[in-house]
């Protein structure tokens, strides 16, 4: 058992951990591959940058023009000049990351000292500045506010000699938010790299690793402290801060902790099954589309995938798991009404799949498919992140229990501020 942790401030590193660039970069690569070679397909580009990310530029680019075969119109290091050319940031919305805001507005309502550590220059982020700002939903109006506004400190790239992984930026952070260096365990920090990881780790902090690189490079953030899908499962109370206070229990549903389940402290007291309602419901519209051929056959649960590509913008609002709401057919189907719909919108670690994939699953019986209709679905609720089991058998049982909570939370009533949806409601609309 290692010893009980007691931090009381928090500091954050910027891109990948509170604003997500990626989608950003991603268009960016599309619009300049596509005037590169015509032949190749939206599609097709956002896939090879999704298996590029998580790398230094250049060794992106580099296999970016591997996969998609672009070496006979352009090299790696021009294609990363266009990129960088194209990424001129002002003017854009860029979006913060799922459940950053949350966290932010609890720290800061709980009045724990913030610093942002980041290796952006102090122009680059006065730039990116200019734009990022995080959506914070009020108890009357919808506000926006700028990131910057939560930081008693702020601490850029361009102020230390050495970068991450080098603990420097850290120290400097600590002065700044006047924490001795011997009290550095009081100070939590929050990061999405490796490097950042170790530098943190390297400063003596506590350090919590929201991974933005791929699945399978997991074990590059062994030094971490905890390690979690998103910012939305952070349990701040494990290191001795303020508990959230918004997940809602639902207490006819036992809780009842996955094989594979890193037991903190927080998830051994608890007894009920939980879901945290969104900030913002977020709709969810396209054409079923043909999934992996799974859901029926192998698990008996099937479900009506949506096309990915089209609701990327929306989807990266949301952190990779498994959320309830509702759905409805828009075609032939309409007369079936509206349905309760639990759903995994990420990339099924049982299966390992190298996509996204979103995966309602509508909870009543249809005597047929209903593929190419169109389907709306209204995400209200987050239940958990996606896992891995050890059984097919395991998996099957925890999806079914996914449903006893959404089943649960709306028989009991849980969820409020449907009605500011009755629109969507309105199937006759
Ligand atoms: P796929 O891998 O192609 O998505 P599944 O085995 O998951 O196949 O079956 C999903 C299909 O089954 C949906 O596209 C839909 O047409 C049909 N379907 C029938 N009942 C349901 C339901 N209750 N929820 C979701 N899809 C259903
Ligand atoms: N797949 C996983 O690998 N891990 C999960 O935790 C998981 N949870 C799910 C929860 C729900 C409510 C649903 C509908 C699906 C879930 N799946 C999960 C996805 C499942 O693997 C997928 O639907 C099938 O593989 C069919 O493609
Ligand atoms: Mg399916």
Redesign the pocket.
Known sequence: MSSPRECSFAIFDLDGTLINTEAIVDEAVVSIVKTMKKSISEREIFDAAEDCRGQRPLDASTELCEKLSLNEVVNPVELLTKCSEKLQWDGIDIPDMPGAARLLEFLKRKKVPMALATSTSAKELEKKMKSATVNVKSSDESKKKNLLEYFDVICCGDEVARGKPDPEIFHLAMERLGVKREDAGKCLVFEDTPHGVSAAKAAGCCCVAVPSLRREKFDMYKSADRVYHSLMDVELEDFGLPKFEDWREVKTVEFVAEDGDVLSASSRARKYERFLKLDQFLELTGP??????????MLG?????LDVVPLKQQIDKLAPGIYFGFAKLLGENKKTGI?RTVMSIGYNPFFNDKRKSI????????E????DETLSVLVVAYVRAECNFTTVENLIERIRKDAKVCEEALDLDLVDGLDEWSDWFDVNR
């Open positions: 079923v589309i043909r999934g992996f051929g799974r859901g029926s056959k649960i099937p479900t009506a995938n349905h995966e309602p699953w509508l909870l009543r019986e249809f047929e498919d209903f593929y």
